[in-house]
T-cell receptor, first 113, second 114 residues
């Protein structure tokens, strides 16, 4: 499974945008970039995913570099509820993949009021 | 909105005892997973299950672990003889018609082995 690298922690002020980076220099052509987050004392929660183009949904935006070796999760206006560990995960859609998610340490986001 | 549920929320057991952790996945989902998270550590994959059989298991998932979908709605994880190091949060997840579909996680069961 391709590896991702994320900063251990980041801080943001409430109602300001947050850009969470992820490096995945060994990404393959069949890897989708997924983001999950884990709020305190909860199970992981899907945030967004993409392959090549930038993606938007109600939770966040995902900006993918042209060479796909990095991506950035964008929270447009951080709220206190967004304080969580954010995981950048590569998912291979090749036939050998059973669907498992491989979690790294993620980025712990602190949101200050 | 449909959700994955897990019971119990907290299970305390003595070392060597058997435990069964229960999960009710989202009703039309076909792929099922168990993960665990030891306190302060990352979420680790245990096993994936599809079409009534294990499709992949990790090194953690040894002979002491088993999974079952006994009645078409529940998905269980059994640990035959618990060890202290089995203490962790156990998360169940399910996904839809494709193995690469979004996984939806339950709230977890905290297992404490004394």
């Amino acid at each position: 499974d391709a590896k991702t690298t994320q900063p251990n922690s980041m801080e943001s002020n409430e109602e300001e945008p947050v850009h969470l980076p992820c490096n995945h220099s060994t990404i393959s052509g069949t890897d989708y970039i997924h983001w999950y987050r884990q709020l305190p004392s909860q199970g992981p929660e899907y945030v967004i995913h993409g392959l090549t183009s930038n993606v938007n949904n109600r939770m966040a935006s995902l900006a993918i570099a042209e060479d796909r070796k990095s991506s950035t999760l964008i929270l447009h206006r951080a709220t206190l509820r967004d304080a969580a560990v954010y995981y950048c995960i590569l998912r291979d859609v090749g036939s050998s993949n059973t669907g498992k998610l491989i979690f790294g340490q993620g980025t712990t986001l602190q949101v200050k009021p | 909105e449909p959700e994955v549920t897990q019971t119990p929320s907290h299970q305390v057991t003595q070392m060597g005892q058997e435990v069964i952790l229960r999960c009710v996945p989202i009703s039309n989902h076909l792929y099922f997973y168990w993960y665990r998270q030891i306190l302060g550590q990352k979420v680790e994959f245990l096993v994936s299950f599809y079409n009534n059989e294990i499709s992949e298991k990790s090194e953690i998932f040894d002979d002491q672990f088993s999974v079952e979908r006994p009645d078409g709605s529940n998905f269980t994880l059994k640990i035959r003889s618990t060890k202290l190091e089995d203490s962790a949060m156990y998360f169940c997840a399910s996904s839809g018609v494709a193995r690469t579909d979004t996984q939806y996680f339950g709230p977890g069961t905290r297992l404490t082995v004394l």
